[in-house]
């Protein structure tokens, strides 16, 4: 199995960064693609960015241009850079990861960091 550890959340005002980091162990061979996601009060849980085991990227188009992630491998680390950030950045970020073979796929969740943008 994988363990998904956030960290990085906090509070910032309108226009400023924030880093996260999603440390990752167990299986990670059996990973195939990680993601962030986020969930705002009241509203459904949505996509921000994923990368695949090549370094693919693909980004919700509300945070493209802001929003950078990446993994370190060597430290086994996931990581989303946000920038000019905006209240509606605001809400709880997940850590995930697509595990196992194409037959028998399973997404691992972690236990999310808060993201609050003030304006």
């Known amino acids: 199995q994988v363990q998904l550890v956030e960290s990085g959340g906090g509070s910032v005002q309108a226009g400023g960064s924030l880093r996260l980091s999603c440390k990752f162990s167990?299986?990670?061979?059996?990973?195939?693609?990680m993601s962030w996601h986020r969930q705002a009060p009241g509203k459904a849980r949505e996509l921000v960015a994923q990368i695949n085991k090549l370094g693919g990227t693909n980004y919700l188009g509300a945070v493209r241009g802001r929003f950078d992630i990446s993994k370190d491998d060597r430290n086994n680390v996931l990581i989303l850079e946000m920038n000019n950030l905006k209240p509606e950045d605001s809400g709880v970020y997940y850590c995930?990861?697509?595990?196992?073979?194409?037959?028998?796929?399973?997404?691992?969740w972690g236990q999310g960091t808060q993201v609050a943008v003030s304006s």
């Open positions: 167990g299986s990670i061979f059996s990973i195939n693609s």
């Open positions: 995930s990861a697509v595990i196992g073979p194409l037959v028998n796929r399973q997404t691992v």
